[in-house]
């Protein structure tokens, strides 16, 4: 089954989106609060872990000639809050940059 066009070119422009946020905020801008326990850095770095699954997704999927859709409890987010938490603001920036323009390869 083809994938429709549309979802890269939309996933590409996500890709821009981020890119763009992180080269005009400081490390400082980075670390503004945006919800109760989350910071622009730590919605980066969720970004990234989320694509990475994906990526991962696909390449089992590939491995193995079967669609791999693994389970995953629903507080994976409230468990990796202080990992995410722990990633300095550039390098949430670059990893969700980097794992962002994998995925738009990927795809």
Known sequence: MALDPTYNQLNRASTERIRALAARLSDQEMLH????????AIALAHLAFWDR????????TERTGKVFAPEIDVFINDLSLPLWAAVPPREAARL????AEA???RL
Do not use: C, K, S
């Not at 609060?33 to 622009?40: A, D, I, K, L, S």
């Not at 969700?96 to 794992?99: D, K």
């Open 33 to 40: 609060p945006v919800g109760q326990h989350w910071t622009v």
């Open 103 to 105: 995925l738009d390869e």
């Open 53 to 60: 699954r994906v990526l991962y997704v696909l390449d089992e």
């Open 96 to 99: 969700a940059i980097e794992t």
